[in-house]
């Protein structure tokens, strides 16, 4: 019933910054938080952040918070992530996700995925 897809990802130098955005679609009004997470080559999927749909109330991995924003369109529901002073750490595929309810544990709705290189 809904669809994300995202989009920004690219290479760029450590200390520098990107901007991924996802874009949801079908029946959007059905979602009740977005969120974004990540995974490495080899390493398991990582939460990063999410935002609430209901009231706009974020949550953060602690090794992005200070450098990472999320934020959310109100009307379209387009969902944003702001990165700073990224990290070659930072380097994985970055996922859109999104749920019918606000537990992490049960989002639904999954983007394909786009890739973020910090190179040092």
């Known amino acids: 019933q809904v669809q994300v897809e995202e989009t920004g990802g690219g290479l760029v130098q450590a200390g520098g910054s990107l901007r991924l955005r996802c874009y949801p679609s079908g029946l959007t009004a059905t979602l009740s938080a977005m969120g974004w997470f990540r995974q490495a080559p080899g390493k398991e999927r990582e939460f990063v952040a999410t935002?609430?749909?209901?009231?706009?109330?974020?949550n953060y991995t602690d090794s992005v918070k200070g450098r990472f924003t999320v934020s959310r369109n109100n009307v379209n529901n387009v969902m944003t992530l702001q990165m700073s002073g990224l990290k070659p750490l930072d380097t994985a595929v970055y996922y859109c996700a999104g749920g019918r309810t606000l537990r992490i544990e049960e989002y639904e709705y999954w983007g394909q995925g786009t890739q973020v290189t910090v190179s040092s």
């Open positions: 935002i609430s749909l209901v009231d706009g109330s974020t």
